[in-house]
């Protein structure tokens, strides 16, 4: 960035959009013939959450709108740390986020039991804490999504979550 900061930018592939409808369009096939099969089992819904979670992953606005939330929702928490979007110079199909520098989870495997479970409280508590208190979950919590920060010492302190593409809003009720 013109500041200095260092930027991670996610760019959608040209015609993902029609990709995946066109993917849509086959999973709809396959799930009306297991009907037709299997009737006792309804995948409609099935369909329709899908469809609806992959539409949502392509559009990198509403992607930098969950950054935002969860940026909101951690921004004093010192084990959860959330990149900050330059929205001039982000679009539907173009993300640009801050940098935050982080190891590989997978290598912080063989650390000791405090720092295992230092991470371990730092994952839980992102995917529950804005679940629990506002409703909101992170629907792809795969390894690539996190990195581990460190303290000066080189001892693991926290996460960085890095990914907001596949979130699920539920209403209150359901949450109570």
């Known amino acids: 960035a013109h500041d200095g900061r260092a930027l991670a930018v996610k760019l959608q592939y040209p015609d993902m959009q029609l ?38 992953q392509l559009d990198y606005m509403l992607e930098a709108a969950h950054m935002r939330l969860y940026g909101l929702i951690f921004e004093s928490d010192p084990i959860i740390r959330v990149p900050d979007v330059l929205g001039e110079l982000s679009t539907r199909r173009l993300l640009t986020m801050t940098w935050l520098h982080g190891g590989r989870l997978l290598d912080y495997t063989n650390r000791p039991l405090e720092e295992r479970n230092q991470i371990a409280r730092a994952m839980f508590r992102a995917w529950w804490f804005p679940f629990s ?44």
């Open 133 to 176: 208190h506002y409703g909101v979950i992170h629907g792809d919590p795969h390894l690539g999504n996190y990195t581990i920060f460190e303290d000066e010492s080189g001892k693991a302190v926290g996460i960085n979550l890095l990914d907001y593409g596949c979130m699920r809003t539920f209403a209150p009720k359901f949450i109570q």
């Open 19 to 56: 990709a995946a409808e066109a993917d849509l369009a086959q999973l709809g096939v396959l799930l009306s013939i297991h009907r037709r099969m299997r009737p006792a089992i309804e995948t409609s819904e099935m369909l329709t959450e899908i469809s609806a979670r992959l539409r949502e």
